[in-house]
């Protein structure tokens, strides 16, 4: 899953998957300025406490509503199967495969069988924010900001003094033919959430997550932008 930090001197941002890590790369693409730390230079589940321990950084981290982020994983998932069964490159093979791969794949989510594993809990820097930090008067480490990752390629980039066309708002699914004529076979955003979805992570979705975030808005610790 791409995981990656975009560090200015004490600025640092950080990009997880399907929250804003493909827009944040071309920040260091268009602005060189900004050093970006992915893929090997990240070892698996742990956190760069270089600069979580130091006072003077300031992380920002884009959120997003956890089930809009669960159906964007779902889509990048269900277009790579697609990609491995088909010739995508044969129109005549996208036409009459796509919609049986599509319907064959909710057929196993059918009665609450789709769980997603994407939560932000799952991230080991967002555990760490929980574990450490968060509400504990005693941190003596960096500053975190959450923000509404719908301002990642406006508000945020004017807040930062970048211009705007330096974090593109890169949405796959408009930009990926194979993705566009996949979404009309699947299920509505509505009828996924109701029949697809693990009634135990709707659960944890109603009753503690979009709580847990929609409160995290009034705290010291959300970015109003």
């Known amino acids: 899953m791409?995981?990656?930090?975009l560090i200015k001197e004490n600025t640092v941002i950080l990009g997880l998957y399907k929250n804003g890590s493909q827009s944040l790369k071309q920040l260091?693409?268009?602005?060189p300025s900004w050093n970006v730390w992915e893929g090997e230079m990240i070892r698996s589940n742990t956190v760069p406490l270089q600069w979580l321990k130091n006072k003077d950084v300031t992380l920002y981290i884009p959120i997003r509503d956890e089930f809009e982020r669960a159906?964007?994983?779902?889509?990048?998932?269900?277009?790579?199967?697609?990609?491995?069964?088909?010739?995508f490159k044969d129109p005549l093979e996208r036409n009459t495969k796509i919609p049986k791969i599509v319907e064959d794949?909710?057929?196993?989510?059918?009665?609450?069988?789709y769980y997603c594993t994407t939560t932000y809990i799952n991230k080991p820097e967002i555990a760490y924010f929980f574990?450490?930090?968060?509400?504990?008067?005693?941190?003596?480490?960096?500053?975190?900001?959450?923000?509404?990752?719908?301002?990642?390629?406006n508000k945020f980039s004017e807040f930062l003094g970048e211009?705007?066309?330096?974090?593109?708002?890169?949405?796959?699914?408009?930009?990926?033919?194979?993705?566009?004529?996949?979404?009309?076979?699947?299920p509505h955003t509505d009828r996924l959430?109701?029949?697809?979805?693990?009634?135990?992570?709707?659960?944890?979705?109603?009753?503690?997550?979009?709580?847990?975030?929609?409160?995290m808005r009034d705290t010291e610790y959300w970015l109003h932008l």
């Open 2 to 5: 791409s995981t990656r930090y």
């Open 28 to 31: 260091s693409h268009n602005n």
């Open 71 to 87: 159906v964007s994983g779902l889509k990048e998932d269900l277009v790579a199967d697609i990609r491995n069964q088909i010739n």
């Open 105 to 113: 794949k909710f057929k196993q989510y059918e009665g609450g069988n």
């Open 131 to 153: 574990k450490n930090i968060f509400l504990n008067k005693k941190w003596d480490g960096c500053t975190v900001k959450f923000f509404d990752m719908k301002y990642l390629s």
């Open 163 to 186: 211009d705007i066309d330096n974090i593109p708002l890169r949405n796959a699914a408009e930009r990926d033919n194979l993705k566009r004529e996949m979404l009309p076979f699947m």
């Open 193 to 215: 959430y109701r029949q697809y979805f693990n009634s135990e992570w709707i659960y944890s979705y109603e009753n503690v997550w979009k709580p847990i975030w929609d409160r």
